[in-house]
């Protein structure tokens, strides 16, 4: 074959791969998408309430939804989520909206305090290098940025959240539940077991490499979930969650222990011969008896008991009592006793019982 047949054939085949090839497209990401940017609340003439508040969330384009993270705002957690808004005119509960070309509306749920309200939202959107930036617009046309609230505490105001939504790169987020709730009752000798649980989050495809628990910085379990013994008083319990790749996050909660059930206490009299409880003496052969005290409680081992015997007669006017000071003696023509008795345990939570000693057939 020629060399100048051989080339044109070189020549061919290179064209029809190059026609066969797929042709290149751009990567757009699905899934949720991490939000982060800032967070303010403008009054009805436009003045910043909060300043430029940083804010994380989720945004997810394909479930049509968005989610802030809670902001503390006068003293309360400010709640938002909602619903995302493509181009075009919606009529909702709390307002109309139109979303245009190249924009993305959302009908926001607001929750603050024992308030729950809606309100709109629009942006408009651009490619970035780091994501999808969303700007707030004033979509209610009175000069101000973002959609003046109709319902709820702040009528006349104004939410604006401007953000990039992107990839995140591969992290974590924990919280902390407990079971039970984060103050807990003593429930065995000088404090209780408890059990909390890490809420692990896992960003930009990171996997979980560890969680560690801490109880007043010492080390106490590992795992997602955890059990351990808390002491009776308050705690910090801290969860460190860490991925494969290093990256850290933890969170730390306040833990208490407390004791707010008394003791509990039995009193009686018990025959010093047969060892048996008494409540009625009928016969001669009974006289000596023993004061029985005791008590227990659930956190305190060692609770304190003490009692009081009062005798229990019926007084009339003349009637002579013989009093012995010397001998501490009082003879009195009782028909009964009364034994009262009171424990304390260490938390300071008083029982109290009592019981009845009959005299005579």
Not at 126 to 134: D, E, K, L, S, V
Not at 296 to 307: E, K, L
Not at 332 to 352: M, Q
Request: hydrophobic fraction near 40%; glycine fraction near 12%; proline fraction near 6%.
């Amino acid at each position: 074959m020629q060399p100048r047949t051989m080339l044109l054939r070189t020549w061919h085949l290179l064209v029809l791969c190059l026609a066969l090839a797929p042709a290149a497209r751009a990567v757009t990401p699905t899934g949720p998408l991490a939000v982060n940017g800032t967070m303010d609340i403008l009054d009805p003439i436009g003045r910043s309430v909060l300043g430029a508040t940083p804010v994380t969330g989720t945004l997810d384009a394909s479930a049509g939804t968005v989610t802030f993270d809670p902001i503390m705002f006068f003293g309360f957690l400010f709640k938002v989520n909602g619903t995302l808004l493509g181009p075009g005119q919606h009529n909702t509960p709390v307002g109309q909206i139109t979303v245009g070309a190249g924009q993305m509306g959302a009908l926001l749920n607001v929750t603050w305090s024992f308030n729950k309200f809606q309100a709109l939202i629009l942006w408009q959107v651009t490619q970035g290098p780091a994501g999808q930036r969303y700007k707030t617009l004033d979509s209610d046309g009175d000069g101000i940025p973002g959609h003046a609230f109709t319902t709820g505490p702040f009528l006349g105001f104004s939410l604006a959240y401007d953000f990039v939504a992107g990839v995140s790169p591969p992290g974590v987020k924990v919280a902390i539940d407990v079971a039970g709730g984060n103050l807990q009752e003593c429930s065995k000798t000088g404090g209780s077991d408890v059990t909390a649980t890490a809420s692990v989050q896992l960003l930009g495809g990171a996997r979980l490499g560890s969680v560690q628990w801490f109880l007043d910085g010492q080390s106490v379990a590992t795992g997602r979930t955890a059990q351990f013994f808390a002491a009776l008083g308050t705690h910090q319990l801290e969860a460190l969650a860490t991925t494969a790749g290093g990256v850290t996050d933890s969170n730390r909660i306040q833990l208490i222990v407390r004791d707010t059930r008394p003791p509990t206490v039995k009193a009686g009299f018990r025959d010093r011969q047969t060892g048996q409880l008494v409540t009625n003496i009928a016969n001669r052969n009974v006289e000596k008896l023993v004061v029985d005290l005791s008590a227990t409680d659930v956190c305190d081992a060692h609770p304190q008991v003490s009692g009081v015997v009062s005798p229990v007669f019926g007084v009339r006017n003349g009637d002579l009592i013989r009093i012995k000071p010397d001998k501490r003696l009082v003879r009195l023509p009782t028909s009964a006793l009364e034994l009262n008795a009171t424990a304390k345990d260490a938390s300071g939570n008083i029982g109290r019982t009592s019981t009845v000693l009959h005299i005579g057939p």
